[in-house]
């Protein structure tokens, strides 16, 4: 678990539209950050920071592997085609960065074939979800439930827990592809899984990092890439 202190540090880094965000959604980005470079936060090493640039600049320097001045998309884009060309047994010639992940994975197959690309790579790739009326449907059973709690809390409370796991099991069986190409994937695999995406972990590349945080908070937090500058004070 997140401490709340380290929660409420980062919410001076961004603007002002980050202070009406869960605190949770915050953590989770946090994690994320975490898991694609390689890296672990202080409890109050963030405390004093509050610029986006000063945030990328710290991560930068935190980092502690050689700098190369190659391109990670690029090279995530190559890892993934291999995998693809080898367990779908086609021409690695034949992926481009718009090819349709519809065309290459049927649905009566698509679970065990993104799972074998994700042993190939070494990577979670989580880019399957379940239909939305069922996401939506649960949502709607969860949110009912809680106001039923204050009538009946038996019931309340069943349907709270039903709907949870419902959504536990829908997410983990869902079978809907989450993005539309292989080059979508790969950008997604650079921003989650920096390191590892990389043609060489030991390496990274100093001037790709404020690029791969706009791009969390933009999918994350749903921040406007207009707003993530260095200049502007996040206070």
């Known amino acids: 678990m997140w401490s709340d202190f380290k929660v409420e540090s980062y919410v001076m880094i961004a603007d002002y539209k980050l202070k009406n965000i869960d605190s ?7 994690k994320k950050v ?3 470079f390689d890296i672990k936060f202080g409890v109050a090493e963030l405390a004093n920071i509050s610029t986006f640039g000063q945030l990328c600049n710290h991560i930068s320097n935190k980092i502690q592997l050689e700098h190369f001045n190659d391109c990670t998309s690029q090279q995530a884009f190559y890892k993934l085609r291999d995998s693809i060309s080898s367990t779908l047994q086609i021409d690695n010639k034949s992926i481009s ?18 799972k074998k690309w994700e042993t190939q790579l ?6 399957l979800r379940p239909q939305h009326w069922v996401t939506i449907t649960l949502a709607i059973i969860f949110l009912t439930s809680l106001l039923t709690l204050s009538v009946n809390w038996r019931i309340g409370l069943l349907g709270v827990v039903l709907s949870i796991s419902g959504l536990r099991l829908a997410f983990k069986t869902g079978n809907e ?12 695999m650079m921003r989650e899984n920096y390191v590892r995406s990389r043609r060489n972990p030991k390496t990274f590349n100093k001037n790709e990092i404020e690029k791969v945080m706009a791009d969390l908070f933009r999918n994350d937090l749903f921040i406007d890439m207009n707003d993530l500058t260095k200049d502007p004070k996040y206070v």
């Open 34 to 36: 975490e898991t694609s």
């Open 24 to 30: 949770e959604d915050l953590g989770d980005l946090l």
């Open 97 to 114: 960065t718009d090819l349709s992940l519809v065309a290459i994975l049927p649905r009566h197959s698509r679970r065990s074939q993104i």
């Open 122 to 127: 070494g990577i979670k790739l989580n880019i």
């Open 177 to 188: 592809l989450d993005l539309q190409t292989v080059g979508q994937v790969a950008e997604k």
